[in-house]
């Protein structure tokens, strides 16, 4: 579960159709249901279409701690509003939810019997109705501690269900070509969402893997092209991630996988590149740079680079082509990238590695042309989490007072680091690295 998802997805939703985020005024982060004013239909029709984190979205018709408040509330709610959905030619069926306790079937159908003072005129369906009206009953969020009556009732105009089937029918368990970090299904839509990537975008990942984010943002209409370092990723080739297989078969690649789900046509392309050297040319190029970068767990960070840079031994004929790739330097790198090549509004969203107990707000790396949108946590083990960060570009690098944000710590310079958050990575490097050989 990533904590604060579910908002910030909503909120990136409705600020991609131009909508602002009016909550009513009781509303509540952690309650399972939400009330959002200032909505047309087709408004929650289209956030529905690409949320993986709401499960439905109805009209609201009426509210209360009670049934006799609800019933209140709804012989308040404006005729008109209804009379459209009830008139005698139409077809309707009741649901009833329950969010932490699960009802008889008998008490289900007594709490419908209880909705006859409401005008219906059509006729029942429970196969193929023409609309459907839902119950909702609210027993809180304490799994040990459930009341005997809700806490709170809502009723309402059943609208449209979000994508949570994206889930099923993405998940890497069937997926052509996965390696042994690919992103879930769920998460990378989540991501996709995040980016607000839509239709005919240009989307970029520098630590592309097995191209798990690649797939979301086609699906959702964007051309997608990718780096990794890793040649065998990159061309497919090497051991295989599954079980039973020991070699990738012919064909197991990024272009593979988005052939399965039917966007092979939203593919541009991916190559071997080292993220800490730009091959790109000195423009704004992307409209969202979405990405997963190596944590050094599962897959080490290494860039390109002979290790004489660092311990210049002259006279060896062995020299390694790669050398460690400091996480800090992963992210300064990262968030400097997207300030260059990003659009102005694109956005940048990727998952930061964090140990728990060390963690604060300061040690998210910032920069001048990047605002920080959101930041979710995902708990991984009681200790360590990762936090997935959106970032938005707000201005050019060339428009900043280059000496003026140096002087700022909370700004990752585009050389050296934070020296706060330099000893935090060095700190998770080591643990990581420790843990990696156990
Ligand atoms: C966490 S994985 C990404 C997984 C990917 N999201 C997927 O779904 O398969 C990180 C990737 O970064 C790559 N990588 C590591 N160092 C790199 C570098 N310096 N430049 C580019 N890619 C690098 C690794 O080869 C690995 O494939």
């Known amino acids: 579960m990533i904590f604060c998802s579910l908002l910030q997805e909503i909120k990136a939703l409705l600020a991609l159709s131009g909508k602002p985020f009016h909550p009513c005024e009781s509303f509540k ?33 009426g509210h209360g701690q009670t049934h006799t408040e609800l019933r209140t509330s709804l012989l308040n709610y404006p005729s008109e509003n209804m009379s459209p959905f009830m008139h005698k030619d139409s077809t309707y069926r009741i649901n009833v939810y329950t969010f932490n306790k699960t009802l008889a079937f008998a008490d289900r159908i007594k709490r419908i019997d209880a909705m006859e003072y409401l005008p219906f005129k059509g006729t029942v369906s429970l196969k193929s109705p023409q609309h459907i009206f839902c119950l909702l009953e609210d027993y ?16 309402g105009r059943w609208i449209a269900d979000g994508q949570r089937e994206l889930i099923r029918s993405h998940s890497v368990k069937n ?23 839509k239709e005919n975008d240009l989307v970029f990942d520098p630590f592309v893997g097995t191209g798990s ?35 990738r078969g012919p064909d197991e690649n990024i272009r593979a996988n988005l052939r399965q789900y039917g966007t092979e046509k939203m593919y541009v392309d991916v190559m071997v590149s080292d993220a800490s050297k730009s091959v790109w040319k000195e423009a704004a190029l992307f409209d969202a740079i979405i990405t997963d970068p190596p944590y050094g767990i599962r897959e080490s960070t290494r860039r390109t680079g002979s ?31 997207s300030a260059h090549h990003l659009v102005m509004g694109g956005r940048l969203v990727y998952w930061l590695p964090v140990y728990r107990p060390e963690y604060c707000e300061e040690m998210v790396p910032l920069n001048p042309c990047l605002q920080l949108i959101s930041n979710c946590e995902q708990t991984l083990s009681s200790h360590t989490s990762r936090r997935l ?7 050019e690098p060339e428009e900043l007072d280059s000496l003026a944000y140096l002087a700022d710590p909370r700004f990752s310079p585009y050389q050296g680091h934070n020296a706060f958050r330099e000893k935090y990575f060095s700190g998770l490097n080591k643990r990581e690295n420790n843990h990696t050989q156990e």
Not at 140 to 155: A, K, L, M, R
Not at 188 to 195: E, V
């Open 175 to 197: 997926r052509h070509f996965i390696g042994n970090t690919s992103m879930d299904a769920g998460l990378s839509f989540i991501m996709a969402n995040h980016a607000k990537v």
């Open 213 to 247: 984010l690649l797939v979301a943002c086609s699906h959702f209409g964007a051309y997608v092209c990718g780096t990794d370092i890793d040649y065998n990723t990159i061309h497919g080739k090497g051991r295989s991630s599954r079980k039973n297989q020991k070699w």
């Open 29 to 61: 982060e952690k309650s399972p249901f939400w009330c959002l004013n200032g909505l047309s239909e087709e408004d929650v029709r289209g956030i529905m279409a690409r949320s993986v984190c709401a499960k439905s979205a109805f009209e609201l018709w």
């Open 389 to 395: 960060i959106t970032m938005e570009k707000i201005k």
């Open 140 to 155: 809180g969020t304490d799994p040990n501690n459930i009341p005997e009556h809700p806490d709170y009732i809502y009723f």
């Open 307 to 337: 290790h004489k840079d660092i311990t210049k031994p002259p006279d060896e004929s062995h020299v390694p082509v790669s050398q460690a790739y400091h996480l800090s330097d992963i992210f300064t790198d990262l968030l400097n990238f």
